[in-house]
T-cell receptor, first 110, second 118 residues
Framework: RKEVEQDPGPFNVPEGATVAFNCTYS??????FFWYRQDCRKEPKLLMS???SGNEDGRFTAQLNRASQYISLLIRDSKLSDSATYLC???????????FGRGTSLIVHP | ETGVTQSPTHLIKTRGQQVTLRCSSQ?????VSWYQQALGQGPQFIFQ???????GRGNFPPRFSGLQFPNYSSELNVNALELDDSALYLC?????????????????FGEGSRLTVL
């Protein structure tokens, strides 16, 4: 079983749609969680950290469910510019070594 | 931009050859991690360096080796290249190893070195 699992997609949605991605992790000792965005043939960049209480940044909402060991990313009012791959990242406690999922591809079309 | 620079950006090698990839970390960052990203996959952790010592290693064979220098820049060396080594190699620097109060966990990536093995 992979440590961090994501549905690779692609998720193909129209502009203005709401889309949600989930990511599951296997290590219950994991302590910090992130979503990164990666554009085609570019490097990953931090989108947002995921806090236990959940957090929101504009159209993006991230949530953590420790009991079920998954994190989620919700994108409201999708824009064409949201088209990218979204990578789920998990840090084990104290390791400082982030583990990446394979990413979920999002395509937003007009 | 992140301030993390990698070189070369693209290179082509043949099976059996050796390659060295270089990374300059963002100013003030003391930790460098290397990742291999094959097409359609997420970045796979190779190893991490902190203060010139290897701090962790992923599931890669010994022909993948690295160094970190006193200025925190780093090298990734791959010997006896195989076709499956063709990938994007990403370097990421981070702050706070040894300073947990500063460590947000964020990784700052360079643009990567795209290696093709023929």
């Amino acid at each position: 079983r992979k440590e961090v699992e994501q549905d690779p997609g692609p998720f193909n949605v129209p502009e203005g749609a709401t889309v949600a991605f989930n990511c599951t992790y296997s290590n219950s000792a994991s302590q910090s969680f992130f979503w990164y965005r990666q554009d085609c043939r570019k490097e990953p960049k931090l989108l947002m950290s995921v806090y236990s209480s959940g957090n929101e940044d504009g159209r993006f909402t991230a949530q953590l469910n420790r009991a079920s060991q998954y994190i989620s990313l919700l994108i409201r009012d999708s824009k064409l510019s949201d088209s990218a791959t979204y990578l789920c990242v998990v840090n084990e406690g104290g390791s400082y070594i982030p583990t990446f999922g394979r990413g979920t591809s999002l395509i937003v079309h007009p | 931009e992140t301030g993390v620079t990698q070189s070369p950006t693209h290179l082509i090698k043949t099976r059996g050859q050796q390659v060295t990839l270089r990374c300059s970390s963002q100013s003030g960052h003391n930790t460098v991690s290397w990742y291999q990203q094959a097409l359609g996959q997420g970045p796979q952790f190779i190893f991490q360096y902190y203060r010139e010592e290897e701090n962790g290693r992923g599931n890669f064979p010994p022909r993948f080796s690295g160094l970190q220098f006193p200025n925190y820049s780093s090298e990734l060396n791959v010997n006896a290249l195989e076709l499956d080594d063709s990938a994007l190699y990403l370097c990421a620097s981070s702050l706070g190893r040894g300073r947990p109060e500063l460590n947000t966990g964020e990784l700052f990536f360079g643009e990567g070195s795209r290696l093709t093995v023929l």
